[in-house]
């Protein structure tokens, strides 16, 4: 070094400091080029070609930096919609007849696209649209987009796609969490039409584009139509489509869009994804590593809490500030930016910041430089410390770069704070114990947990790109949609009658917890208990029930039994580490009963036997087989309210269920009445098809055990970086 110094040459540090970003592929901002070809006049793209309808009002496509208008799209309505259906419907026969192997070769192809410099200039356009930093769209978040193109595997048995599906955007998003719905949507062979606001059309048109050219998607998969915020109301008048998913709706937005049931209509792919980021350090942890990890990830988190241990929250909270100082706010587009403006839409977050100061917490904010736009848009990198454990600001996401420090005492609190905190999805634990460190992450609730990094393998917590294909797929024993006239049920409201059920579902979740950590040999003991409790000989029917006969009940829960002790994971070698892949209980299961037949008491069985507690409304004909499987259950050692089975009608019991809020909600029959303004505030709702159980008395289709264990369990992903430990 010293030698170095006389010879006048910059130190490491220098060096550093002074070096420069590369080129960025395609030319220095490859989507204002893109949109300076095309006038910066935009159309919708629809059967693989432009459609720019006349004498229509156009709307502008401003971004994120300034309000700068950049593009200008035609107002889309009911009658472009009606093309882009029309276009979709008569490319589905073809597209689905292709077989999954071929179309994962049209799917790779395009995935080769996005990594030239074509994919360059979607990525400035995300950039440009939504405020995302150009090092994340054509850096961090690449490689995690692109996986759902590439090697995604059929479900088992003979699955059929649901034909024309609806991808409704309400604003604009980053490239995973497009490719991450589009990708197994098209992949199952199914074609797309996306609406899309002005904001986010260019990036999705330019994706269109992309996809028509080297014939990487036949003309008619994927069509794309921008309107006015209204424009997904029309989908309403085309019965044709099988399915409605959403991206970036507000869960009281969504139910003003939503029509039918979740047994009528289109049926409502994909559940709600995204959400917080919650990071917990421990106090043998490596604090420059932990701080530099959450500060850098603050441009593309929902909100990031930090629980750190007593010990190092005052050392984590000098680094957090440092490097929050040190952060580049700038253009979006420029590759030296770390920090972006705030999405369109998002206010700054001044109220939650307001009240956190009046209940004593410490907000730091590094100092705003010269900003396009004069910096509106833009808010500081802010750490809100010393925060009170019921603050607003860890009861909401807090928008924008903040991060919200939290002290926690020890391990086993930072999982019960973790485990409170709402919208919280994804978590990482930093600890150089290992023992400790595995231990902690095992009782976290998060669908994804990473050890030591934050350069996770997907975007949103526990997503699984197996159960996404199913998603957009019909299992062999259901029967395709039908077009049919779509329905526009009233909401409903809470029906203050139902005491009872309240109860059940509240004995429910104090009983899940404890059911659903037991080992699943203790969870086996107990089903075979039960089955050797049972009263009944094989094929000797119970009190005129006319439901299942004891022997098949008592085989019932063997195998489930078996099942259970069975259940395990999987290891996934991934780029930069290694994916520990379960599944994990839901918590509380709601079972609303119409069918006519009895109660199939086979269908509770898994939902028991994987660690969830049931809540069962049947017609009272069909409840006493249930009520001795509960009381044999039971006996055996099962928690008095893991399991309840209630009275109720034929019809009505799915909205009852639905406004209580269980964590999964299956609806057995044509309980039509159950419309998604009351199941859309249910995680996971299911209507069970009447060919899965089979006929009384006969084996139910192949796959059913592997559907209905995937159905009463969630995915979890336990990130290992590096391969190791």
Not at 60 to 74: D, K, N, Y
Not at 255 to 262: A, D, F, I
Not at 638 to 660: D, E, I, N, Y
Request: proline share 12%; net charge neutral.
């Amino acid at each position: 070094m010293a030698a170095l110094a006389a010879l006048g040459a910059p130190s490491v540090p220098e060096i550093f400091a002074t070096m420069e970003e590369g080129p960025i592929p395609g030319g220095p901002n490859p989507g204002e080029a893109w949109l300076e070809s095309h006038g910066r006049s935009l159309g919708h793209f629809v059967n693989g070609t432009w459609l720019r309808p006349e004498r229509r009002e156009s709307l502008e496509c401003r971004e994120a930096t300034a309000g700068r208008v950049v593009a200008a799209v035609p107002s889309g309505d009911s009658s472009d919609v009606a093309v882009a259906v029309a276009a979709a419907a008569a490319a589905a026969e073809a597209w689905a007849g292709l077989g999954l192997p071929r179309r994962a070769q049209h799917l790779a192809r395009l995935a080769a696209t996005l990594e030239g410099d074509p994919g360059a200039a979607l990525g400035a356009l995300l950039a440009l649209a939504g405020g995302r930093p150009l090092c994340r769209t054509l850096g961090a978040e690449l490689e995690p987009g692109l996986r759902p193109l590439r090697g995604l595997e059929p479900p088992e048995g003979r699955w059929r796609p649901l034909g024309v599906v609806a991808l409704v955007l309400a604003g604009p998003c980053s490239l995973p969490e497009l490719l991450w719905k589009l990708g197994p949507l098209l992949a199952m062979g199914n074609t797309a039409v996306l609406v899309a606001p002005p904001a986010a059309a260019p990036p999705l048109l330019l994706l269109a584009e992309l996809g028509g050219e080297g014939a990487a998607l036949p003309p008619g998969v994927l069509n794309v139509v921008a309107g006015p915020p209204a424009l997904p109301r029309a989908l309403r008048d085309h019965p044709g489509i099988a399915a409605v998913t959403w991206m970036g709706t507000e869960q009281d937005h969504l139910r003003c869009h939503l029509w039918g049931s979740p047994l009528r209509g289109p049926r409502l792919g994909g559940g709600p994804r995204g959400g917080r980021l919650v990071v917990i350090v421990l106090d043998s942890a490596d604090l420059d590593s932990a701080s530099a990890a959450a500060v850098a990830t603050l441009p593309a988190s929902g909100g990031c809490v930090l629980l750190a241990q007593d010990s190092v929250v005052p050392a984590l909270e000098r680094r957090l500030r440092a490097r929050l100082g040190g952060l580049r706010l700038g253009d979006p587009t420029d590759p030296r930016t770390e920090v972006g403006p705030l999405p369109p839409g998002t206010p700054p977050p001044e109220e939650l910041l307001r009240e956190a100061r009046e209940e004593g917490a410490q907000v730091f904010q590094a100092p705003l430089p010269a900003l396009p736009g004069g910096g509106r848009r833009f808010y500081p990198p802010t750490l809100i410390s010393g925060v009170a454990p019921t603050s607003r600001c860890l009861r909401e996401p807090v928008p924008g770069p903040v991060l919200v420090l939290l002290p926690v005492r020890g391990p086993s609190e930072a999982v019960a704070v973790a485990s409170a905190l709402p919208h919280a999805t994804t978590a990482a634990l930093w600890a150089q114990d290992i023992t400790v460190a595995l231990d902690t992450a095992d009782r976290l609730p998060q669908g994804l947990v990473s050890l030591n990094s934050l350069e996770l393998p997907e975007p949103f917590g526990g997503c699984d790109l197996h159960e996404a294909l199913r998603e957009f797929g019909c299992p062999p024993w259901e029967q395709p949609p039908k077009a049919e006239e779509p329905l526009s049920p009233p909401v409903t409201l809470d029906d203050p009658g139902d005491a009872e059920l309240a109860r059940a579902v509240a004995a429910a979740r104090g009983a899940a917890p404890g059911w659903g950590r037991l080992p699943a040999a203790a969870r086996a003991r107990v089903l075979r208990g039960a089955a050797a409790a049972l009263p009944g000989g094989p094929g000797t029917p119970e009190d005129g029930d006319g439901g299942d006969t004891g022997g098949s009940l008592r085989g019932a829960l063997l195998r489930w039994a078996e099942r259970a002790e069975r259940a395990g994971g999987a290891v996934q070698e991934l780029p930069g580490g290694r994916a520990l892949l379960t599944r994990r209980s839901l918590g509380v299961l709601g079972v609303a009963w119409g069918w006519p037949r009895p109660l199939a008491l086979e269908l509770l069985l898994p939902a028991l036997a994987l660690g969830n507690a049931v809540v069962v409304v049947a017609p009272p004909g069909g409840a006493g087989a249930a009520q001795r499987l509960r009381k044999a259950l039971v006996a055996a050692g099962l928690p008095g309210g893991a399991l309840s089975v209630l009275p109720g009608a034929s019809r009505g019991c799915g909205p009852r269920l639905a406004r209580q809020r269980p964590d999964g909600l299956w609806l057995c029959g044509g309980d039509a009445d159950c419309d998604w303004a009351s199941a859309a505030s249910v995680p996971r709702v299911w209507g069970v098809p009447a060919g899965l159980l089979g006929a009384p008395g006969q084996e139910p289709p192949p796959g059913t055990e592997r559907e209905l264990e995937l159905r009463c369990t969630r995915p979890r992903c336990l990130w290992l970086p590096g391969g190791a430990p």
